[in-house]
Structures are given as structure tokens and as C-alpha cells.
């Protein structure tokens, strides 16, 4: 079944430690976000791809970093300039920005400080 | 300042209520809002919404937008408990590369 998989459901991050989070899709959808979701903060935007090899920053990317070397995938990484990172991740593609397709979403990876 | 607000926060009623939920918006080049449903996990997409005064509806639930005024509504007649979810609206304006605008969400949670 076409679909976005994120990995890993739960992560756990040391002080001073970078973590990725893995964002993959069979939908072959050109566009690809990260969302970072807060308790009665709704969705904002990290990063967002509209192509392979070229990525923007949303609305809070301090302390996150890129890539999109694939189409399928579009990893995030939080570094330890990321001081407050515990949240629900969300990643989400789309067919692109000319196409005025929803967004689907995958089942978000929820990350906590040790 | 939020562009896309919605209310209530939240909201508890009992099964076979109807509901409305509202999110009203502030944009100067309007492409389409989208309601999405939250449960547990992922946002599930229920509804783009492009044209004013035209209802877009399945089963339970619709929706409709209102461009004049700036807002749209999402009803949920005869409610379940399995409506229980955060209800997620999000603007997309023309310009922003196909970029999502969301609002904080609204809670609702149906009691048997």
C-alpha cells in the first residue's frame, strides 16, 4: 500500500546529542514537510521540499537540519542547538505546489530528552 | 498573530449530538482550506474546501466555506465516541509553494 512511514515511533535524545528522524513514501509525491506539533500548539512548519536536492526553511527551523538527496526521502535532524525538542514530529507529502493536493501525513515520531 | 483560528478548543457532548465545529482565517491570496481529523497518531484528511456556499459532505460529516466572511464550519451529525479527535483546520495560500497554515485544533470528545 502507498503510504508515508516514519521511523522511529519513539526516540529519546541525550543532552548534546543530534538525532535523525526517518521520513519515507512510495506515493511519488514531488513535495515532502516536517511538522512539529506541541500540546495546543497545532502543526508548524520545520522544512519543506518541493524537489530533490532542495529544501526551505518553514516557520522554526533553529536547531533542525535537512536533506533530500532522494525523492522518497526527507530525513530531519534535530541538533543540539534544538533546546526545548520534546514534541510529536509529523512529516508529510504531497504531489506539489501546482497540483492544490492535500497533504497526508505519516504516523509521527515522538521525541523526548532523557 | 494567529492567521487561523478555531473554536472551540474543545468541546465534550454525548452520542447523537450534533456538533459544529468553526475556523475562521486572514489571507490575502486564498488557494483552499483543509479539515483533517486527529487521533491518535496521523492527521487524516477529510476536506478541501475552494468555493464558497458549496457543501462538501461525507456520511456524518460536511463542511462548507464561506470566502466573503472568512470561515468555515465542519459538522458532525449523530455523533460516535469514534469522533473523538483533535479537528485540525489548515489554510493553504496561493504563493506559499502549497504550504499549510494550522490552527491550534479542536478537541472533541463524544461520551456514550
Known amino acids: 500500500d502507498g503510504g508515508i512511514t516514519q521511523s522511529p515511533k519513539y526516540l529519546f535524545r541525550k543532552e548534546g546529542q543530534n538525532v535523525t528522524l526517518s521520513c519515507e513514501q512510495n506515493?511519488?509525491?514531488?513535495?515532502m514537510y516536517w511538522y512539529r506539533q506541541d500540546p495546543g500548539q497545532g502543526l508548524r512548519l520545520i522544512y519543506y521540499s518541493q524537489i530533490v536536492n532542495d529544501f526551505q526553511k518553514g516557520d522554526i527551523a533553529e536547531g533542525y537540519s535537512v536533506s533530500r538527496e532522494k525523492k522518497e526521502s526527507f530525513p530531519l535532524t534535530v541538533t543540539s542547538a534544538q533546546k526545548n525538542p520534546t514534541a510529536f514530529y509529523l512529516c508529510?507529502?504531497?504531489?506539489?505546489?501546482?497540483?492544490?493536493?492535500?497533504?497526508?501525513f505519516g504516523d509521527g515520531t515522538r521525541l523526548s530528552i532523557l | 498573530e494567529d492567521k487561523v483560528v478555531q473554536s472551540p478548543l474543545s468541546l465534550v457532548v454525548h452520542e447523537g449530538d450534533t456538533v459544529t465545529l468553526n475556523c475562521s482565517y486572514e489571507v490575502t491570496n486564498f488557494r483552499s482550506l483543509l479539515w483533517y481529523k486527529q487521533e491518535k497518531k496521523a492527521p487524516t484528511f477529510l476536506f478541501m474546501l475552494?468555493?464558497?456556499?458549496i457543501e462538501k459532505k461525507s456520511g456524518r460529516l460536511s463542511s462548507i466555506l464561506d470566502k466573503k466572511e472568512l470561515f468555515s464550519i465542519l459538522n458532525i451529525t449523530a455523533t460516535q465516541t469514534g469522533d473523538s479527535a483533535i479537528y485540525l483546520c489548515a489554510m493553504s495560500e496561493g504563493g506559499s509553494q502549497g504550504n499549510l497554515i494550522f490552527g491550534k485544533g479542536t478537541k472533541l470528545s463524544v461520551k456514550p
Open positions: 508529510a507529502s504531497s504531489r506539489g505546489k501546482y497540483s492544490n493536493q492535500p497533504q497526508h
Open positions: 506515493l511519488n509525491h514531488d513535495a
Open positions: 475552494t468555493s464558497s456556499g
